[in-house]
T-cell receptor, first 113, second 109 residues
Framework: IAGITQAPTSQILAAGRRMTLRCTQD?????MYWYRQDLGLGLRLIHY???????GKGEVPDGYSVSRANTDDFPLTLASAVPSQTSVYFC????????????FGPGTRLTVL | GQNIDQPTEMTATEGAIVQINCTYQ??????LFWYQQHAGEAPTFLSY??LDGLEEKGRFSSFLSRSKGYSYLLLKELQMKDSASYLC??????????WGAGTKLIIKP
């Protein structure tokens, strides 16, 4: 692995189903982030983690949960998917929280029907 | 509220120069980032400004005026591969990035 990987690449999901989007980085970055990107809107932060074992809520956290059991992995779970969660989801990481650029994974395109 | 404004779309000619503007109103300021995003791909980092002035990196330069809440990205000697969306983001007082909706740049031969 080099950088950040996300899985799946794309997914079509029935409303009401549970779904976990996976994110793994091998850069030993402390901070990780989940964003959603919708047409005409900027990237919006869902949840973040400044270091393993800690998580925080971003701008649009409702309907999503995260965990950070170790440095490398930061899964995003939709407990009961709704059509408004149709979006492209990007995971990102950075060495720290100040002054550092964020590195992005390739994204997961999720469609909820 | 927090707000980042950028033009939705711009068109320029191959070989020319284009300036993409970004204005912001945020709760605190801890730096401004520019990212490039090709269609269907992830954003990639271009530049970072935290002090006023111009930062130059090859064909790309970024300018910041904190007193005016204003930045621009200058792209010189445009190439067809520069066709992409350019995202402006500001790190706020909570050290979170607030993102603009992006400027889609179309390069014509």
């Amino acid at each position: 692995i080099a950088g950040i990987t996300q899985a799946p690449t794309s997914q079509i999901l029935a409303a009401g189903r549970r779904m976990t989007l996976r994110c793994t980085q091998d850069m030993r970055h402390n901070a990780m982030y989940w964003y959603r990107q919708d047409l005409g809107l900027g990237l919006r932060l869902i949840h973040y983690s400044n270091t393993a074992g800690t998580t925080g809520k971003g701008e649009v956290p409702d309907g999503y949960s995260v965990s950070r059991a170790n440095t490398d992995d930061f899964p995003l779970t939709l407990a009961s998917a709704v059509p408004s969660q149709t979006s492209v989801y990007f995971c990102a990481s950075s060495p720290g929280t100040s002054g550092n650029e964020q590195f992005f994974g390739p994204g997961t395109r999720l469609t909820v029907l | 509220g927090q707000n980042i404004d950028q033009p939705t779309e711009m068109t320029a000619t191959e070989g020319a120069i284009v300036q993409i503007n970004c204005t912001y109103q945020t709760s605190g300021f801890n730096g401004l980032f520019w990212y490039q995003q090709h269609a269907g791909e992830a954003p990639t980092f271009l530049s970072y400004n935290v002090l006023d002035g111009l930062e130059e990196k090859g064909r790309f330069s970024s300018f910041l005026s904190r007193s005016k809440g204003y930045s621009y990205l200058l792209l010189k000697e445009l190439q067809m591969k520069d066709s992409a969306s350019y995202l402006c983001a500001v790190r706020d007082s909570n050290y979170q990035l607030i993102w603009g909706a992006g400027t889609k740049l179309i390069i014509k031969p």
